[in-house]
């Protein structure tokens, strides 16, 4: 499974928020199970389902006398939810983790490989301002530069 595309979306009063059909076409078919956990900067990570539970397995099976693996497990496990899309096709936003990423109204779900990241609209904007296209260069290069890419 891999995602493509940024879309845009809004948090109802009650927290829900409707997936966008870009991404919901890109889904295999029946899946409509997720987990949401905290994001590794001011987001939220949706995994779907066949995606969180290898990655699950594999956080579960770390060394638990290790720790640095207890503090991970606590940050990347703590307050991971599972939702489901309800008849109309959207997604309840739990009310700890909206708050860890900051998210009010506006979001921008983004498209990471096999998961999708829900950020705040404006702070999403605001990352790309202040990134200039020499920063992405380099930062493309340090990344990038040592594989062969095509």
């Known amino acids: 499974m891999h995602f493509l595309g940024e879309y845009e979306s809004t948090v109802d009063s009650k927290g829900r928020f409707l997936l966008p059909a870009g991404f919901k076409k890109q889904l295999p078919d029946g899946e409509t199970r997720f987990v949401i956990s905290r994001g590794f900067e001011e987001c939220l990570t949706l995994y779907p389902m066949q995606v969180w539970q290898p990655l699950h397995a594999r956080i579960s099976n770390l060394n638990q006398f ?3 693996v207890r503090q991970f497990q606590r940050q990347f496990l703590g307050g991971a939810t599972e939702v489901e899309l309800d008849s109309a096709g959207r997604l309840l936003l739990p009310a700890s983790l909206k708050g ?5 109204k506006d979001i921008t779900l983004v498209a990471q490989g096999d998961k999708l990241e829900i950020w705040d609209t404006a702070n999403y904007k605001k990352l790309f301002d202040s990134f200039d296209a020499n920063a992405f260069s380099v930062l ?8 062969q890419i095509g």
Do not use: F, I, S, Y
Request: net charge negative.
């Open 66 to 68: 290790d720790p640095k």
């Open 100 to 104: 860890h990423a900051k998210l009010e």
């Open 140 to 147: 493309a290069n340090e990344v990038m530069g040592q594989q």
